[in-house]
């Protein structure tokens, strides 16, 4: 069909299931005579309720109960509740928990951006339906995803107890914590996590990506020292650094008519976005030497604007957590105790974390028995909801031409380069286009 025709007729679109993300939504696309009128980014399943549940709950309950939030990233929803909790009974934790729980968060960061990498975005960029078609062509490359997945879950299970909602994490530190030996076997798997995650980094950089610079707002942690994973001030390449307690200074959360998700903004400025490009652009100097080097490989600069060139930060964030993760393993030492004497008191904390996807923030209000009398949960997707919204206007503007089965294909690219995790923010994905 010629882009003559396709401009001078109405074109309704529709996506009955939005494959390789988590949840469920809408996406409206309405065109009217060759130009694009309004994009909608429908969220309509319900609320799910964590924060109204987890009231009257006891602080020892957060880390199992906010997991259940999500089955791909759970330990960045413990880790932000157990550290909003600590931060209101005054609690810090030994240098061997720490390290110990950036172990943990690692392990969650390889199996997740494993999944993403090799079995949910790689099919885009090779005209695949999915990673299981992908496969028949490419066995290698998936098999090293999910033996790199495989590496990230053992993390998780040998320090958290189980792979998928660990059980080991409370405020304060540990239920238990593995000994200096337990930690050792992970060292040789953690070699052939960085050179399976380098190798799937060479793999990807040659991918044709879709030319789409966007002018975004980056939000991200930043630590004293290291790339971020578990904490640090929030920060922006707007010059904000500040405090997880300021951040409804800084950020908002609005309700838009056409969704049962929040939307978040940052005060006047709007749109913003959290997740891997943030992190990089705003902490790119903190990187492992092997991951800089990979980065430098793959002809990325210390900030990529391009969305579809997420899915090469991720690898390099692989190669960083591998890195991360063996030199945690070689030095680490075991704590006096597994955790810390905890006092609950009445008081307010919050916590921000960097989950595989971005940015999460919580915050708690307890009372002096240590029960939960207020709860408020802000994950990444939700926050990055704005801004997927408009890079689909930034990329159909100049596309509407396209015939209906190209133009769907790269509207559903274009929201699965985030990631996002709908299920998180209240859940993905029908698209219907309208030309009229």
């Not at 001078?8 to 299931?17: F, G, I």
């Not at 060759?34 to 957060?62: C, N, Q, T, W, Y």
Request: aromatic share 6%.
């Amino acid at each position: 069909m010629s882009p003559a025709s396709v401009e001078s007729r109405s074109r309704t679109l529709r996506v009955e299931v939005l494959a390789r993300v988590e949840g469920e939504g809408e996406l409206d696309l309405r065109i009217k005579k060759g130009v694009l009128e309004d994009v909608k980014l429908r969220i309509p399943e319900p609320p799910r309720l964590f924060e109204a549940f987890l009231r009257g709950r006891s602080h020892l309950e957060l880390p199992d109960l906010t997991a259940r939030i999500c089955g791909i990233c759970p330990v960045a929803y413990q880790m932000s509740s157990v550290r909003a909790a600590e931060r209101a009974f005054g609690i810090t934790v030994s240098e061997p928990v720490r390290e110990l729980r950036r172990l943990l968060y690692c392990g969650e960061w390889l199996e997740s951006h494993a999944l993403h990498v090799v079995m949910l975005h790689a099919p885009d960029f090779l005209g695949y339906e999915s990673g299981l078609h992908m496969a028949k062509d490419h066995p290698r490359r998936v098999l090293d995803g999910l033996e790199l997945k495989k590496i990230g879950n053992d993390i998780m299970t040998l320090i958290g107890g189980r792979e998928i909602h660990p059980v080991s994490l409370r405020v304060g530190g540990f239920w238990r914590t593995p000994s200096r030996r337990e930690l050792q076997v992970l060292a040789p798997r953690l070699e052939r996590a960085k050179e399976l995650a380098l190798g799937l980094l060479r793999w990807v950089k040659d991918f044709t990506f879709p030319e789409m610079e966007r002018d975004y707002i980056f939000v991200s942690c930043r630590d004293e020292t290291g790339y971020p994973i578990d904490g640090g001030r929030i920060v922006s390449n707007h010059g904000h650094a500040i405090d997880a307690m300021e951040f409804d200074r800084v950020f908002a959360e609005e309700h838009v008519r056409h969704s049962n998700a929040l939307h978040s903004v940052m005060t006047g400025h709007g749109a913003y976005l959290t997740g891997p490009l943030a992190r990089y652009a705003l902490n790119s100097d903190r990187l492992t030497p092997a991951a800089s080097a990979a980065a430098k490989e793959a002809g990325i600069g210390p900030e990529v604007r391009n969305p579809f060139k997420s899915i090469i930060v991720r690898a390099v964030e692989m190669i960083w957590a591998a890195e991360e993760a063996a030199r945690i393993v070689e030095t680490w030492q075991e704590p006096d105790e597994p955790f810390a004497t905890v006092t609950p008191r009445e008081g307010v904390g919050a916590a921000a974390t960097e989950a595989p996807r971005g940015l999460l923030w919580h915050r708690y209000t307890f009372d002096g028995t240590g029960l939960v009398k207020d709860a408020r949960i802000v994950p990444p997707t939700a926050q990055n909801l704005s801004t997927i919204e408009a890079d689909l206007r930034a990329y159909a503007t100049p596309r509407v031409a396209l015939d209906d089965a190209t133009l769907k294909w790269g509207c559903e690219q274009t929201v699965r380069n985030h990631d996002p995790c709908i299920s998180c923010a209240t859940h993905f994905l029908r698209v219907n286009l309208d030309r009229s």
